[in-house]
């Protein structure tokens, strides 16, 4: 988190301009067999020659320790500390979908349940279906409702088995609405109530939609019922413009990353497909705007499938990717992750994410590689990402000294 | 300290064992003729095998040059930060010390003075007595009273020069008692008071302690009185299981690392004499918990004497045991200290303590050792010790993912 006194030195200078290259999921750990990890193991040139010629480090996302999902994590980087930003649970996990939550949407968590004709809730996960089971149950929901109740739109984002989040999109909504859960069995379902006057519609709309899904899943045997809890909103954050003095881009493919970017107020650019069609789109834009959020999927999807070679890979396609980002000359160049995703765990980790930030004032060390290993040692140690930006400013001389 | 927000997140998967192994006072100082440490020193070729399949890296326990005390030590490495757990001046003493300090006892910091017949304060520190000097009034004291004052037990713990612990055991004690100690010579010892009325049967016991042991040294030519302050019994603190979600259990021959564990909660296994029966009573109980803080005294007692090949030897007796902790599988082995205690200083110093994490998903270099400069690179880098349990929880995928 940026302090204050330090918010105090930030200094507008346009033509030094940052760009932060975000490779998800970035980190990895050893092969098995080899020894090596995915960065140890991949042909990066271009990469490794930066990270010679740049500050390095490894940077933590949020406790030691814990894991960040992909919402947490790029706020986390983008300096706001996620324990600290008060997220409701259903907007945190809409955030960390691919689902473009927006201001003024409404989202909160659901289980499948099994729920008898007294409205007792017989088993609050209905059985455990598979994920493909969850999938199917939110596509006929959907469908019967047609997408929509009493004008909202509404959006089912299936989870892992009984687990799925609910998005309703409309004007007006307010988050102050009260779970239907019981939270145990044997209970009776809760009717969903307005916290305050102003959620009265909000309520409304939301019990017409319980009582829709369950004549839709009436005659399924386990899933026959939802419950719902945690409804939120996106939360209010100082904007990241304001917060560091600049006019920020974001270039992202994948929903996600663009709400996130959007949430602390960046400017989302174009509707690039690809890496490749990022990278046009930052070579397009590059006047315009003097920070830029560049991420890249391909590394944390290999993560996820545990397949070492498609990550080698992905880390290969960027690293022929850096010279055209390097020819737009940017002050500050960082090349970082927003958590682990070790090919060995199949998932994110918490391990500290291998970080370079290149600039003319960096404190190279000239044997420097990105990798896990290497990234031990250098100028930046193990730090923070909520001083991630504030380093970058540093890097990019647009932090005033404090005090003569 | 693990933030609320990481407690949510925290997993109960028994099956998934954490053996925290603590060698007291195991960092040091390189020898002046060889420039080695000790534990560069010492053969150590199974705690450098596991060093080098660990996450590595040095371990601050209080803040940054700050040497703890025994007591502070392993509160901070059980996550509880020394500095923010409420301990009175004389339950801190007497946790420090090799007293097992329990629940409901009471103790005071203590100084033998001299006072004159009108109870006016001579010498706060009774001309500085000698260590033995100090053992010998203590003794005497204690014996004149036959070890209770109206059936409440009294323990006396000789420290240094004028310098001792008194400790209260009995029914109903309250801590709520003002010192008798007027803090400057000249002026009057103030009798004891309750601080509140449930505290007035404890002032009362106190006062007919205090009168009694004037009687006693009332022939002493300096140390014919007693000063005491800061009464206090052992602090209230969340118990540490239901803070990691573990069923732990301590294992240490010595009754302060006993009082320490017992304080946060832990289970206290047996009464083992030595390291060997340590380890004997680690397999012998292995199954029944899935936290296991095993204690090794050898190392820290070899610094204090500043023996320097004692505690190479203490060293290398701990490391003829890893074989017999690692048959157990555990799914994390941590070896780290409470505090260093280098030979040079023969005291604990505040140089970060050199830890080791060994589980499936420790990032490992394989040239590093157990050493204090080998580990100044390393996965961990310098961290907290309120950090440690965290971390551990983790390397045993005991913690979910913050946010999806």
Known sequence: MIHDKTRDLVLKIPEKKIILLLLDGLGGLPHPETGLSELETAKLPNLHRLAATSSG??????????????????????????????????????????????????????????????????????????????????????????????????????????????????EGLDAAIKDNDPQREGRKLIPIEAGRPQAAASARVVNRFLSLAREILKDEPRANGLLLRGFSGLPEVMPFNDRYGLNAAAIAAYPMYRGVAALVGMTVLGSPKNFDEEISLLERKYVEHDFFFVHFKGTDAAGHTGDFLEKVRQLEIVDAMIPRIEALKPEVLIVTGDHSTPCICKEHSWHPVPTIIRSPLALSRPDAKLTERSLMVGDLGVFHATDLLTLALAHASRLSKFGA
């Open 57 to 170: 480090g490894r940077m933590k996302m949020v406790e030691p320790g814990v894991t960040p999902g992909s919402g947490p994590a790029h706020l986390s980087l983008f300096g706001y500390h996620p324990y600290e930003v008060e997220f409701g649970r259903g907007a945190l996990e809409a955030l960390g979908s691919d689902f473009a939550f927006a201001r003024g949407d409404l989202a909160a968590r659901a289980n499948y349940a099994t729920i008898n004709v007294n409205d007792v809730v017989l088993d609050r996960r209905a059985a455990k279906p598979s994920d493909e089971e969850n999938r199917r149950l939110c596509a006929k929901v959907l469908s019967g409702l047609g997408g929509k109740v009493e004008g909202t739109q509404i959006y089912l984002l299936p989870g892992k088995e009984h687990r799925f989040t609910v998005v309703f999109r409309g």
